[in-house]
């Protein structure tokens, strides 16, 4: 049977996103959509799972399956549908807040695990959907929000460098303003076999209308990659401005996956409690 | 349900042995268990440890009769003590009568006083003398052959016992333990008790209530199971991993309980039937999960291992003090389902009902396990398995007019899981209308709180909500673990020719009101047992307006366990 | 406590005003009451907003009188459109009737039927046409200009509000808003009512819920804040923090809301007051580190602010419905406080008392504030300082003997803080003895169950655990936020010559059961009132058994306002 | 006024320890109490702050403050006390399980925040108080849990080298079986200012015996240490077997603590509200 392929707006729902008006995610959402076109993936057999935020709206916009779930635990509920449906692709996204600062340790745990999936990050150094604070990647001396009053004072956190450091096989940083590009990447990313990272530097107009420069100051990496060495990886992360785009790294391990073994029944097994 | 009521009417034995770290009296009991079990008796065996990591002083509780053992009686027949080190720990939980028989080693020095206080017999045997006549001898085991005669088991039983629990440890270890058994067997030729050995019988099982738990899930269909190790849970994730791979399914040890919860909703979202288990602390971690399943009406069961609490609290000791966090512990207006095993062998049919019950409401199941049930081993019947007609309501063909929380007569909507065409949606823990987009419209939030309501309220459980024995005008109501005592003090009663009506609620949310009110009608003394501080049964059943006002509370907390006499004396004089 | 008794036989006047996006509803209403509150009345302004993450439509409704405003009414009686986009979203939140106003903008197109239907007046005013008369006219300021008229405000008052509101939007702004102001004003000399304006006072406050928490967190003595941002919440948090660090105190966004209760209890181990604030679904991931506070006995607060629930739900709308999760919401047996505001004026004492009572009594103090209370503008009287005496007990000289858990006779034991000599212990969450070293004897366990419950039962809280108004034969209970509409009821039945008792809890937890009993004994009639699906507090007052049978529920979850007129129903109607 | 020094055992409260005769926790015990005894802590000064797991018991063993928090939170409650109280000397402790799987998130955050404070963690690979599980250090391979009867089939986690990526300013490795070297360690952690991480090896004699052979494995660093550039950090760390002791990397960063600007009045702050 052959199935008229489809276009990226056939992976659209329809439903209207309550994003601002010139908001960073609708071009992930534009950008994913078509990665999903050019892969021609069957809508019925993704899932998108996400956790809160703007960011995290992302699911129902898709015509696909989604799982909108609680703050910080995209990967979570994303792990447990994989393991249990290793058939889908499955996508998870969110934001920075969601993916670093609240759901920190699963990130830390997924890179580990190897799971095959992508995870897209919508980075906007902020809380957006909570009306504007500090998120583990601002910058420790932006002092727009009352919370942290002269800033948090704290680095940022470097998104790749702790991927690597926990053992994803694929990193890679891509721009909200740079649509092409960003294409490319998810599509790397979803084909990745393993747990693909993927840091999308999507800004909030309303926020943080700084990242207005970020036009000017994102560029493709110089460097020749993506790397297969995580030493060299690490460099490029440690030595990088953030504002690099590409696939940073990419290497194959081992994917995840729970093995089932059929081979018995019910009744054989209950049959150890017999004296 | 069961056929327990008769237990207490019947004869048992209860045995405790002490012993301070390595004395292995754990083992001991173990095997004087699976001896009596040889010889065709039901029994229990309960255990206590001190405050070491591992290895420090240990008392096993064993108790065997012709019928089931659902708990600790009031006093032991028997205390067999391997030493008498740190003996002050465990008196507490090991009392003792005239009647009693305390069975010890002049090697070990005199009986404590705290012992022979209630004027316990004491017959002496020198297990370490008999024990240092061969070489690796132990003298715990000289002190199972002494004990498995004074309990008149056969020596054949205790053999067979002997070899199958200690067959992985070697032969040499199993010749020196069966020489040191007979020894100790046939030091004295009086057995104190003739119990009638009701002759081995081919449908016993040997469980735990973790490992029933276990065999639950796995008989309700549960397929994906993800958790982090707590105590007294961790047995349940231990048994059931290497099983469920055997079954097409798994097991995914999460990073932490916050984790396991979202992992299992979204296990469960892909259309497999998963659960967790955890204790106390672990539930507190995961109620923000457990509100999500229940927004999201995605299926999951948490089965909560209760422990001393409340915070890290004693954690190898049981209680039932988790029912409060169980039926209201999320935020928002969130009614769900809470299940309790009423035994060890109830472990089975609770956690395959609950499991059933999660998928065919499209809601959270927490069954409410303890370390009582889940940690001591018992002989029961093997539970017959049971058909339930209970499972997710799929919509394997969806048109476009699909909407995941549709309102329908049942309340229950028919779930498109991943992979079927047509039926894309994005499931939600914010509210949301039918077809799954978000709204903050009153109307929306309404028709859903009420959907979520009414598909519990509504639904027909059928009579395995409780079990309910005798009749009479007084009433005790319990729940969950306690149920073994209460039943021990029906059957007393019913043995004096008085009569009392038992109601254990297997079901505690939704309560069953009206069948409740119904039982309750004529009653002239209502008592509700439970083993917390706050009495919160008791509360909830308040709270529900269920209890006459002159119902009363026995509510005492652990780790001690509730004993038959306890009971029967709240029973008698008003609480 | 309040005078608030007088409101609703007193004069008020409410004004609704929506618009699409951008079209600046929420800035029209706030200048609008705080010209209000330059004429000397007090008032509230509370907001409604759709889906969109910001600049959405959004509707401002306001409220004023001469005597405190504690709720909105059952109708408006002035609607202002300055569109009429998207006005299907928040008409069942904007009741008129035959005896309401709309002002609308003939360039705006005809009121739209649903608005018409109960009758209201309509008065066209061109907002448009006025405003494209001036360079960077608005029409939101034309059409405040109008309705200040309807409202019999003083131009003058209403040029100063616009000053002090839109003054940091540079003089430019000022001046065009000025200028439409005055074209709206003048337009139509005809006021419709003449509330007579009380003149400007010198203690009247403009505030928050949410900053009045913050208030009485400081009042209280908090000095160390973490925390995580949530809606509605985070206005508490953003007004702390840059006054916090002024009183040498510090506030620390931490990474989660595991991370900030567990802080706040490290800040309070050393010694300084500490709390947090947050919404149901970081409530629920605090009930673990609640649980760590009670058994170490380190007195934290936690000011919830109640939202839509369960899970997610619907953020940005009140709902009073997370009593349950907070009063019964840890595992294991668990007593502690549990307060509510009853009235954005009352967030300052009951958040002060919540920290102080945490302070004194050594435990988890939860205030449970709510959306519609934290987020709305209201002129208030300026609440008075209150000095209570209620303080942490410390041990500033311990000797050998100290014992951080020693019984004492009130059950709270003083507490030595890191860095004083000789006192040094290790404050625990695993169950105790009174030095604090962990046990798992039944005795201990029984020791410290006790004193943590009884020194919240024994304690005297006084006559602030609620307010008390009224008499006669019928009564009403409420809680929090819902007792500004309940007490306008009971003032319009004493304007009618009839008399209804009022009882609104501050202290749910622990429940002054025989204060309440007192004030039950010979009522007719009692209704429960709340904001939330179940009936929780109705539920949990049977629970603890102060209800009388007969005792009747008036249960309305969010997101609309539980508005007078409905109370009034259920009263005469049976619920 | 001239105090008498303190010994080590003065540091010890006296208070049995529950852990098992062999266990390398109480050679960490033993180190700490003599880094404290070297460092002249004042006990009532010193805080000891900790989590739930065998490890995570040491606070009552030591005769200073300490406080026996919850699962995974040590980190959080020790953030809170230090902020609140910077004059006191913060030491947070626990277990692999707690810090890397439970507590991994605000692992990550603390190292980021560089507060003032020391953190160790008694590696022994395992779950110890619940009976031998696998934690994040695990090797995959490690097939001794019931609960993962095939070994985890996921690279085990790499503190060093998160810790690292998270901006910890002092990273040291030590072994319960030097426990010279490891109170050296201590001392210098606990000396440095900001956030030092340190892990300590410290075997589980009931449910991974075969650590003995850490005794033979374990071995100082061969590299020329500490550095305090954290590319040549990073490829150490990438490099090594996991079993180099010594301190890995030591740079300065600025310490975070909240500033008290004392200079207002509740009084004057209300004022604010009045119209
Ligand atoms: C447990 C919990 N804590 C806090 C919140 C409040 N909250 C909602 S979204 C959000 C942060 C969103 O930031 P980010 O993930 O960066 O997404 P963005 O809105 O910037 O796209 C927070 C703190 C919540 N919903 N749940
Ligand atoms: C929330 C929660 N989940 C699980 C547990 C059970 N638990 C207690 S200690 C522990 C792991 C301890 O391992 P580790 O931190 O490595 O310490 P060790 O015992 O090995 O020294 C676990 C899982 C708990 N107490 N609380
Ligand atoms: S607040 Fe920021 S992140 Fe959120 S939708 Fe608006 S622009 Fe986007
Ligand atoms: S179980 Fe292991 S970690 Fe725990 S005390 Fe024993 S040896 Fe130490
Ligand atoms: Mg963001
Ligand atoms: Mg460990």
Redesign the interface.
Known sequence: MTVPALKAKDYK?G?KA???PG?GHFAVLSALTKAMAHLGLV???V???SG?G?SSRL??YI???????????AL??????????P??TVIAAGGDGDGF??????F??AC???MNMAYIVMDNEV?????G??S?TTLPDWSN??????G????S??PA??A????AGFIARGFSGEPSELTRLLVEAIEHPGFAFVQVLSGCV?YRPDQKLWKEEVHPSESDLPTDD??KA??II??GDGKATGVIYAKQ??V?Q???????K?NT??KE??? | MSDSSKQATSQSYSVAITGSGGSGAVTTGRILL?AA??CGFQGLMTRSAGPQIRGGESAAMVRFSQDPVECMGDEYDLLVGLDWRNIERFADELPLSDKSLILSDPAAGEVPALLRSNGADILEVPFKKFASGLPGGRLNMVALGATALVCGLDLKALETSVKAILGNKGEGIVETALLAVRLGYNHDHRPRITLEAPG?S??????TGN?ACG?GA??GGT??V?AYPITPASEILEWLAP?L????????Q???E???????????????P?LTATSGPGLSLMV??L??ALV?ETPVTVVNVMRGGPSTGIPTKSEQSDLNIAIYGLHGDAPHLVLAPLSIRDCVFTTQWAVQLAEHLQTVALVLSDQSLGQSQA?IK?PPQRELSLARKVEATPDAEYQRYAITPDNVSAMSL?????????????EHNPR???SSMAVDHRTQLNKRLHKLEDFDFGEDWADVEGDGRQCIITWGSSTGAVKEVAGWLLAQGSSIKIISIRLLAPLQHDRLKDLLKDMEKVLVVEQNHAGQLFHYLHAEGVLPVSAESLAQPGPLPLRPGRILRALGGGG
């Open positions: 729902s439903i309550v994003w601002c908001c809508k019925e057999e899932a998108v799972v809160i703007c699911p129902a015509d696909t399956y989604g799982f909108h779930g609680i703050h910080g635990r979570a509920a994303a792990s447990g549908l994989k393991a249990a449906r058939d889908l600062s609240i759901g920190g340790n699963h830390l745990h580990r695990r190897n809380y957006g959907m909570t009306k604070q500090a583990p929000s009352k919370m942290t009053p002269h948090t004072g704290i680095p956190f470097n460098a702790i690597l450091a926990a053992g309303t995580p030493v690490a460099q440690q030595a391990f081992p995840w729970p093995e089932n073994r059929t081979d018995s019910l097994i209950e409690f017999l004296l | 699976e079990a040889q081995k081919a449908d016993h099982w040997s469980i490992q065999v796995l008989r397929r994906f993800a099983r791979e055997k079954l097409g399914g798994s097991l995914l999460a990073e932490d916050l984790a396991s919860i979202n992992m299992i909703i979204g296990a469960s979202f892909g259309g497999v998963s923000e999960g509100g999500l999201s002989i093997a991943p992979g079927t065409a047509g039926g894309m949606y994005t499931a939600d823990g914010l799954g987009t978000p």
